[in-house]
């Protein structure tokens, strides 16, 4: 409807800025206590997986059209030609933040919470009921699917899955965070949940990828 496309857009503008005191869900009412045990394991496991001989982190805050499933293989494919790697020896990293986390959720969750509605994303000229993300575009071995199974590392941020969970609910009068919790559940297998995009893009860097913007 056109007040949850103007209120997601009005978080999206927030986001953009800052997620600052102007978010119409103050973040800090949705996110989780700060960790007094040292880092996430299991950030810190998927992190330790990028140990390929080359390494890129494709940072994808907005889904450009399938980009962020796309060129990791196209990278995979002409590091694979030009230096006789298989896909096995590199280690590439997706990054889902921000307005492109949709594409980390299989089909249920599309069509339960509107997802192609919420983040204006269509299939042919109606909003998406489905992930059109999922299987290839363009090129064989591309969409989440054929990159996970090729061993490419995907991570989605829980910052813009609390702040999204929580406008969704708000627009659809349900718990924020039993969305959240549903969404997570719905990820495909083998995609991690990261304590955000931006330390995950940041991270990765310090582990020696290169830099790819995506979205």
């Known amino acids: 409807t056109t007040p949850r496309r103007g209120?997601?857009?009005?978080?999206?503008?927030?986001?953009?800025l800052g997620v600052t005191g102007l978010t119409p869900l103050r973040l800090e009412a949705q996110s989780e206590a700060p960790r007094t045990t040292g880092a996430n394991p299991d950030f810190e496991a998927w992190l330790n997986k990028i140990t390929g001989r080359h390494k890129m982190v494709f940072d994808a805050p907005e889904p450009n059209s399938g980009m962020p499933v796309v060129w990791p293989r196209v990278w995979l494919n002409t590091n694979n030609e030009n230096y006789a790697t298989t896909d096995a020896q590199n280690s590439a990293v997706i990054v889902l933040r921000h307005g492109a986390i949709p594409i980390a959720m299989q089909d249920a969750m599309w069509a339960k919470y509107k997802l192609g509605e919420v983040f204006k994303?269509?299939?042919?000229?109606?909003?998406a009921t489905r992930n059109?993300?999922?299987?290839?575009?363009?090129?064989?071995?591309?969409?989440?699917e054929q990159l996970l199974v090729?061993?490419?590392?995907?991570?989605?941020?829980?910052?813009?899955?609390?702040?999204?969970?929580?406008?969704?609910?708000?627009?659809?009068?349900?718990?924020?965070?039993q969305i959240k919790q549903d969404w997570i559940a719905n990820l495909f297998p083998g995609i991690v949940v990261v304590p955000s995009g931006v330390l995950a893009v940041s991270r990765a860097q310090e582990k020696g990828c290169a830099y790819c913007f995506a979205g």
């Open 7 to 16: 209120f997601i857009g009005r978080l999206a503008a927030a986001m953009a």
């Open 121 to 127: 994303l269509n299939d042919g000229t109606a909003p």
């Open 132 to 144: 059109t993300f999922a299987k290839p575009i363009l090129l064989p071995g591309t969409g989440v």
């Open 150 to 177: 090729k061993g490419v590392l995907i991570g989605v941020c829980n910052v813009a899955l609390t702040v999204y969970s929580g406008a969704v609910a708000q627009n659809m009068n349900l718990d924020a965070a």
